[in-house]
């Protein structure tokens, strides 16, 4: 091993979770996956790695920064198919139905796993995060897209949250905006990708951007991630592209037509009721429409109550694979902290891989931004450690004694550990303890052992009580209970 | 979306776990975490990417094959830290030590976690993989590394399996074999390479190898993966380096003395008698020879029965980082698929980071590995989906009766699905539920529905019950239980 020392860090953007955070990242990851299975969906997983082009589509335009994978020892082949991790969950589902022929349709499927992107990283924002989707691949049934909701509504409320809103549209109305307010078609990709911004930057800002004389440069460029002018991996860097504006030079008549549209408010029926006048004759419209009163039905029938839920026709979503419904959650208590929880219908995107078009529906979890909102809204608590009892060593030639206190605690079913620790004072062994707040502490000497008992210390009480070494056991136990 | 369509593959040596193999690997997980967590062990996660010479210590002569991975839109920049993806969790775990200095020591850790190698995949061996560690770090304890036996043996057990044996050495009494055997200190990680391999080339062949003539040109060559002749990622290739022989040139009399330690049998006992004769006077073999009678009584005075366990003086176990105590663990039932749990002491990986050496000791398992040995034992039964209850649409213009069914089924617990394939006949229905084993189907015709009455059909007696719309719930539990 060499002399000099090598950093500890991690690449910018990558991080450690510590026992402290994982007991209780667990234990949400945990509920979730408890309230997919209950749905019907069935657990997969994919390689953390896949063809580039699988994650791309081929397409020349994809401008998210991936990571790119290459073996140490391998030479670069020309026309070599390329490998990268991959992004999301959703792109490797659609391979995964066009690969697996025998996976049963429709399939429900949920998949829990890390997802990597190279753009720089910033407050809250990871090149390394997770995410955790369910899905289901096979049906046009509007009853699929109302079960995701009320998914999305039932996992919050296992979450112990009920203050969130899961908020929805149809990428049909937004499809129709080009015929409803007279602008061409190719510009609408342009266009959503203004509106998904409108919760930040606001009405008044969207109509600027949309009038704004047309970039001859360019358009849409405000989406891509700027390129990268260094490589440095410290995740210090600010200035992210978003601030930089550009026109689409839309006509101020189109462009009150769409903000029309996008301030239709009140309660679900009214919204429903007014967008059914404007899009009246627009067929793309009209079935984005039916399509959610359909979805407003089936959460109607099952009782998801109203207050959780609602269609807002601002809601975007800005992937372009989406075909039809979208969803999204906010919680009512973070409005800044954006979705955590939010997907659509994808009817196409299985069509990279095959002739058949087979259609979707899914959401996907943010966990790192949720676990996040979980710990703001101090729904959260946790401990450094999940030992519930630590055996103490006050004589080393007693170890084996020790043991079989370890021992019959462990098959009783409680988390213990013996002390280790370098430092042999008993004080540094209750230091110990208390440091890593372990709630329950053997104490055993010489005079105990002689006697067949043991001490049993409380450590939230602080009380401490001696009793016959027979019921170890049971006097850890109710204290623990 | 472009019109050739993108082959759905995955890269050689990586694939997808649908949810027949899913639901069982995710029952073998939870079990393993309940024991380790039994025995104290706190979890912990941390990055699938570390920078390189993290990975390497900035050994120049690291010959694993990693995968590099490097952003899409970045440029290579000398004197820039590259980053790869984790070869293992143990090395990752050291530079946590470094990084995070409040960690409590001794510190317990689990975790459980992808690896990637970029070595050609054969059949079983991956070139994504999972691994379950358990690691204590901070103590030079013994009851540690007896506790990681002991842990070993417990979670066998907790997985329904008994026929198993954790074999055990000390690598102070590998690196006492120069003064024992009288060979240069500096031949030793050669000779342990090739010991390391006496479980699949045998004795006999061992001995060839240490004493056939030296190769000039290097040594310790053929633990070295082949340069990549190709970046082919098919998978097909074959040739392992592993046939070819390199030649040490120890002498006969060396090679008899070295063959004589190995031969030592016995029971646990005698081989420590007799290797205790061998090592007299050589202090670190000494030093083994007391650390593993200390482990041999821990373990007994923890009641693990002897039959689980013994010192084996051949395990040797290929990593170069063990200073101490080495374990491996085989199936008495599956001698040939190797090692599926295995470890050792490591009191010097940490200083690759840091001027404090800081001891360590811990086992893994290969997930993959011990799955498919369960999978061979037939200890694992699987079925395509883990849905309890089918709910069928007979009439579509009753879906808000039968989505009120699900949602009582879910509010119960039962893992419960309604159907929405699009062939709608009631044979196509019943197929699904056959095909996916799904075990209890509710039916609800008009008929039903005017009676207030559902069909509840148990699919495994092909038995089929009407019962009041109130009483669904119970009928359902009551054939699932």
Redesign the interface.
């Known amino acids: ?2 002399e ?8 910018g953007g ?6 402290r955070q ?2 209780v990242r ?1 234990k949400m990851l945990a509920k979730i996956r408890e309230v997919f ?4 969906f ?10 580039f ?2 994650l791309t ?3 020349p335009d994809f401008d998210m ?13 020309s026309g ?2 390329e ?3 991959r992004f999301d969950l959703t792109v490797p589902l ?3 139905i ?3 022929q025998e ?4 399939f ?2 949920y998949q829990c796993g ?1 997802v ?1 992107r ?1 753009e720089k990283p910033q407050v809250g924002r990871y090149r ?1 995060f997770m995410q955790f989707d369910a899905d ?1 691949v ?4 509007m ?2 897209d ?2 995701i909701v009320w998914l999305m509504c ?1 996992t919050m409320r296992s979450l112990g949250v009920d203050r969130f809103r899961v908020r929805f549209n149809n990428r049909k109305l937004s499809n129709g905006l080009p015929a409803y307010a007279g602008f061409p078609e190719e510009s609408i990709g342009d266009v959503l990708r203004v509106l998904d911004k409108l919760d930040k930057i606001g009405i008044d800002e969207v109509v600027k951007q949309l009038t704004a004389p047309l970039r001859t440069e360019s358009t849409g460029e405000e989406m891509k ?1 700027q ?2 002018e ?2 440095s ?1 410290d995740g210090e860097d600010a200035a992210p592209a978003e601030a930089v504006e550009y026109g689409f030079g839309l006509s101020p008549q189109v462009t009150a037509r769409i903000k029309e549209f996008l301030e239709i408010t009140g309660t679900t029926d009214e919204i429903l009721a007014q967008a059914d006048v404007m899009a009246n004759g627009i067929p793309i419209m009209e079935e984005g429409l039916t399509e959610l009163r359909e979805i407003v ?2 959460l109607r ?3 998801v109550p109203d207050g959780f839920w609602g269609v807002d026709l601002t809601v975007t979503r800005g992937l372009a694979y989406y075909t039809g419904p979208v969803f999204e959650m906010v919680l009512t208590d973070l409005p800044n902290i954006g979705s955590v929880f939010s997907g659509g219908r994808y009817d ?1 995107l299985v ?5 058949d078009s087979i259609p979707a529906t899914g959401a996907s979890i943010g966990v790192d931004r949720l676990f996040a909102a979980l710990e703001q809204l101090g729904t959260v608590v946790s401990t ?4 519930q009892a630590l055996v103490t060593v006050m004589d080393p030639t007693l ?3 020790y ?2 206190m ?2 019959d605690l ?1 098959e009783a ?6 002390y ?3 430092e042999m004072a008993f004080k540094a062994q209750m230091a ?1 303890a208390t ?2 707040e372990i709630p329950v502490v053997v104490i055993c000497g010489t005079r105990e052992m002689v006697d067949g008992t043991v001490q049993v210390r409380d450590m939230r009480a602080r009380t401490q009580t001696a009793v016959p070494r027979a019921s170890l056991v049971e006097r850890v136990r109710s204290l623990l209970s």
Chains 1, 2 share one sequence.
């Open positions: 091993m060499s000099t020392k090598v950093q500890p860090d991690s690449p990558f991080r450690d979770y510590l026992p994982m007991q667990q299975e209950r749905f019907g069935d657990p997969l997983e994919t390689p953390a790695t896949e063809y082009d699988v589509g081929g397409d920064v991936l990571y790119k994978t290459r073996r140490s020892n391998g030479r670069v082949t070599q198919r490998t990268a991790l659609a391979r995964v066009a690969a697996h996976l049963p349709r429709p429900k499927r890390s990597w190279g390394e289901t096979g049906t046009f049934s009853v699929a109302a079960e039932e991630t390129p990268a260094d490589e991996d039905a089936y029938a099952v009782g196409n069509s990279r891989f095959m002739p450094p450690t999940l030992v170890m084996n004694a043991l079989s370890v021992r462990r079913g409680v988390r213990t550990a013996i280790f620790g370098q110990f440091s890593q």
